[in-house]
C-alpha cells in the first residue's frame, strides 16, 4: 500500500473525534476573539454533528479573553493619574477566572444559534490521578454525546496548582494540547485534530521560505530534523507543544491530525480524505518504506511505454485492448464492491445525490465498457495512416503520417467509468496516460486501474498507464509541461476553468455546456416538442443538454410556442424567459443568458429569425451544439454554415453529440477549442501528425541541380 492512499484510510472508521483549538485561533492579531473563526468552527461542528459524529471540544482562550475585558474594564474606571502611572500585567488565575464564563457564554450562544447543544467541563490535571473520576468523566461524556451534545473541555487554570502554568511541564498534562491527547485516549477518541495557526507541521519555521509541509509525520525520520519556531503568540504551548501531543497520541494508537484552524473547512475536509495538514499514525514508518513514485517520474515511464506500444504491430495493439475488456468482466465483482465502498463513504461524507449518481457502476455498466472497448479495437488502425503522398522531386518521397500525440493527462471527477473509457482510447491512440481521479472514486479508480494494466504485456508495461495517487495536486500537475503534452479535463465548469488558467499545457476541452435549440417559423411542431424535450429532460446534467429555447417570432402568435412551453412544464421543467419571453409567458426572467443550469430547467426566448438566432448564439453560447428544427431547407443551410460551434445540427436532438453515439467507440470529453480536435474527441483527436522523407541520396545544395516535382501520389496505406 503506498504512503499516499494508506495515509488517509484511517478516516474510513470514525465517529468519535476530539477537536483542540487554540488561542492563537480564537483570538485575532490584537487579542480579540476572531468571532469569524470560531463561527465556522462552530459550524464544521454542527455539521459533523448532524452526520452523526461524536465531537468533543477542547478550547483555549479563556485566560487572553479574560485579560482583554479586565484591561477594558481597568481602563473604564482609571483616572488620568492612573493612566499616567500603568501597572503591571494581570494575574493569570483571574484572568482565567472571568474569561472562562465569558468564553463558555460565546460557545453556548453560537451553538444555540445552530441549534446545537454544549456542555462546560473543567478539569486540572491532578484530577486524573484518580480512577474513580476518571471513571465518571468516560460514562458522563458518553451520556453528553448520546444525547447528540458537544462537549466543550478547557484546563481550569483559575484553581490549577501549577505555580507557573507557563512554564511548568510537570503533572499529567501541562496545556491544552496535551490535554486534548489524553482526552483522546481516555475517551477512546478515533481521531484527534489539532487545529494552529498555521498548514500544519513544517520542516522548519513556516516563515522560512525553505521549509516545507510534512503531509505524514514519521518519528524516526522527522522529529531530529525539524526546527521549531517561537512559541504560540499568545497560547502557552505553540507547535512544539502540539508535536509532543500529536506523538504520544498516535504512538498509543490514535491518528492526529495538525490543520489549520483559519480555514473554514479542514476538519470537513480530513474526513472526507482530503489531505489538509500534518498527519501523525503508528504506522506512518511502514508507509514511508514503499517509495512513492512522482508525478513526473510516472509521465516519463509512460512515454517510454507508449514507445514500446507503437512499436508493437497492429493486431498486437488490438489484443491488448480485448483482453482488457476481458479482464474488467473477469473481475466485475471485485471492481464493484470497491465501487460500493466508495459510494457508502460519499454517502457518509454528506455528498450530493447528483454526485453519488454519477459516481456509482450501475448493473450492466461493466459489460457495456467492455464491450465499447470490444468496438474501439475493432477500429481501423489509427497510428502511421498516410493522409498526404508527394513526390518532391525525383525519386524523393514525402509522407504525411498521422502518429500518438505522447502523455496525456486527464482529470476527471466522480465518474470511475471515465476512466475504463479514457484509457481505451488512450491504448488505441498510442498515448502514454496519467490519471487524476476524484477523491470520492479513489478505490473504484484503484481498482480499474488495477485490472486493466494487468492486462497490459510486460513488452510494453504496467505504466503506459499511471494512477496519479501520490501527494501531488492538480496545481502541481499542471506544472509538467515538460513531460505531459496535453491536458484534457473532465468535470465542472470551475474545475475546467481553473485548469486552463493555471498551466502552459495545451488542453482540451470546454469550460460550459451552453447549448441551444432554434425552431423556426416553419418547424414541425410535434417534431419540435420531441426534440426540445429530449435535449432538455434526457440527462439535464450533460453538457450536450439544451439551456436555451429560442422561437421564432410567429410562433408567439400562432400558438407554436405555448405547445412547446406546455412540453416543457409537463415534463417538469422550470422556465425562465428572456425580455420578450417573459412578458409574453409571464414568467420570471433569467439573469443570464450565458448560464449553465445542469438541471431540469432552461431559458427561453423569442427571436425574429434565424439570423437573429445566429445572433444570440454567437453572443450567449459556448460553441457547444447548437440545433435548428426547421422544414426550410434554405434556412437550416444558413443556420450549419454560419452557426459557428464544435456541433451543429438539423432537426436532432442536441444529445447526440456524443463519442459513443457518433461511432467513436467512446470519447475523452468534448473539445470548444478551435484548435486541434473540437467536438466529442475519439481516437483522432487523440493523434498529431509528422512527416517522413523517403530519398536516395539528395542533398540541398542550395537547391542546384534540383527539380521540384510536387507531384501528389496515390496514398499507399
Not at 469569524?36 to 479563556?62: F, W
Not at 471492481?335 to 453519488?356: M, P, Q, R, T, V
Amino acid at each position: 500500500m503506498s504512503g499516499a492512499s494508506s495515509s488517509r484510510t484511517f478516516i474510513r472508521n470514525i465517529k468519535r473525534l476530539v477537536v483542540k483549538v487554540g488561542t492563537a485561533v480564537v483570538t485575532r492579531g490584537d487579542g480579540r476573539l476572531a468571532l469569524g473563526r470560531l463561527g465556522a468552527l462552530c459550524e464544521q461542528l454542527k455539521e459533523l454533528n448532524s452526520r452523526g459524529y461524536e465531537v468533543i471540544l477542547v478550547t483555549s482562550g479563556a485566560v487572553g479573553l479574560g485579560r482583554q475585558r479586565l484591561r477594558y474594564r481597568k481602563l473604564a474606571n482609571s483616572s488620568f493619574a492612573d493612566l499616567q502611572n500603568p501597572q503591571g500585567e494581570f494575574d493569570g488565575k483571574a484572568c482565567a477566572a472571568v474569561g472562562q464564563s465569558s468564553l463558555m457564554a460565546l460557545y453556548d450562544t453560537m451553538f444555540s444559534q445552530l441549534d446545537v447543544t454544549s456542555s462546560q467541563l473543567l478539569v486540572t490535571d491532578s484530577v486524573f490521578c484518580d480512577t474513580g473520576f476518571r471513571q465518571q468523566l468516560s460514562e458522563t461524556v458518553n451520556s453528553l454525546l448520546d444525547l447528540r451534545v458537544i462537549p466543550i473541555f478547557n484546563e481550569n487554570d483559575a484553581v490549577s496548582t501549577r505555580k507557573t502554568p507557563y512554564e511548568d511541564s510537570s503533572g499529567i498534562f501541562w496545556d491544552n494540547d496535551s490535554l486534548a491527547g489524553l482526552l483522546a485516549l481516555e475517551l477512546k477518541a478515533d481521531l484527534l485534530v489539532l487545529l494552529s495557526d498555521v498548514e500544519g507541521l513544517y520542516s522548519g519555521p513556516p516563515i522560512d521560505p525553505t521549509s516545507k509541509l510534512i503531509q505524514t509525520f514519521v518519528k524516526e525520520k522527522h522529529l531530529g530534523e525539524i526546527t521549531f519556531g517561537d512559541k504560540s503568540r499568545v497560547g502557552r504551548g505553540g507547535m512544539t507543544a502540539k508535536v509532543n501531543a500529536a506523538v504520544c497520541a498516535s504512538c498509543a494508537g490514535i491518528p492526529v491530525v495538525i490543520t489549520s484552524g483559519f480555514a473554514a473547512d479542514n476538519i470537513i475536509k480530513v474526513l472526507q480524505g482530503e489531505m489538509k495538514g500534518t498527519l501523525f499514525h503508528k504506522d506512518a514508518h511502514l508507509w514511508t518504506l514503499v517509495k512513492e513514485v512522482s508525478a513526473r517520474e510516472m509521465a516519463v515511464e509512460a512515454r517510454e511505454s507508449s514507445r514500446r506500444l507503437q512499436a508493437l504491430k497492429s493486431e498486437d495493439r488490438r489484443k491488448i485492448l480485448l483482453d482488457v475488456a476481458n479482464a474488467l468482466q473477469d473481475n466485475e465483482n471485485m471492481i464493484i464492491a470497491e465501487n460500493c465502498a466508495d459510494i457508502k463513504a460519499a454517502e457518509e461524507a454528506g455528498y450530493e445525490k447528483s454526485l453519488i449518481s454519477r459516481l456509482a457502476l450501475k448493473p450492466g455498466r461493466i459489460e457495456l465498457l467492455a464491450n465499447s472497448i470490444r468496438k474501439i479495437a475493432d477500429m481501423e488502425e489509427p497510428i502511421g495512416r498516410i493522409l498526404k503522398r508527394r513526390e518532391i522531386a525525383s525519386d524523393l518521397i514525402l509522407e504525411n503520417t498521422t502518429c500518438s500525440l505522447g502523455v496525456l493527462l486527464v482529470v476527471f471527477e466522480s465518474r470511475p467509468d471515465a476512466l475504463v473509457q479514457i484509457a481505451a482510447l488512450a491504448i488505441r491512440s498510442g498515448n502514454g496516460l496519467l490519471l487524476k481521479g476524484g477523491k470520492e472514486a479513489r478505490q473504484s479508480n484503484a481498482a480499474l486501474h488495477k485490472v486493466i494494466t494487468s492486462a497490459i504485456p510486460d513488452t510494453v508495461g504496467g505504466k503506459l498507464i499511471g494512477l496519479v495517487t501520490s501527494r501531488e495536486e492538480i496545481p502541481d500537475l499542471l506544472k509538467l509541461d515538460d513531460v505531459i503534452d496535453l491536458v484534457i479535463p473532465r468535470g465542472s465548469n470551475k474545475l475546467v476553468s481553473q485548469i486552463k488558467e493555471s498551466t502552459k499545457i495545451p488542453v482540451l476541452g470546454h469550460s460550459d455546456g451552453i447549448c441551444h435549440v432554434y425552431v423556426d417559423k416553419s418547424a414541425d411542431i410535434e417534431m419540435a416538442k420531441r426534440i426540445v424535450s429530449d435535449s432538455k429532460v434526457d440527462y439535464p446534467a450533460a453538457c450536450n443538454a439544451m439551456e436555451t429555447l429560442l422561437v421564432h417570432k410567429d410562433l408567439a402568435s400562432n400558438g407554436g410556442l405555448m405547445e412547446l412551453v406546455a412540453e416543457l412544464r409537463k415534463d417538469g421543467v422550470t422556465l425562465y424567459g428572456g425580455q420578450r419571453a417573459s412578458q409574453l409567458l409571464r414568467i420570471s426572467e433569467a439573469s443570464s443568458f450565458h448560464h449553465e443550469y445542469n438541471s431540469v430547467t432552461c431559458t427561453v426566448e423569442i427571436v425574429d429569425d434565424v439570423f437573429a438566432a445566429i445572433d444570440h448564439i454567437h453572443k450567449y453560447g459556448s460553441s457547444h451544439t447548437d440545433c435548428i428544427i426547421t422544414k426550410d431547407q434554405e434556412v437550416a443551410e444558413i443556420f450549419l454554415n454560419q452557426v459557428d460551434s464544435a456541433a451543429v445540427f438539423h432537426n436532432a436532438s442536441t444529445r447526440f453529440c456524443d463519442g459513443a453515439r457518433f461511432g467513436l467507440g467512446a470519447e475523452v470529453g468534448v473539445s470548444t477549442s478551435r484548435i486541434h480536435a473540437r467536438g466529442p474527441v475519439g481516437v483522432e483527436g487523440l493523434l498529431t501528425t509528422r512527416w517522413i522523407l523517403r530519398g536516395s541520396g539528395q542533398v540541398v545544395n542550395g537547391d542546384k541541380g534540383v527539380t521540384y516535382i510536387h507531384k501528389d501520389l496515390t496514398q499507399k496505406n
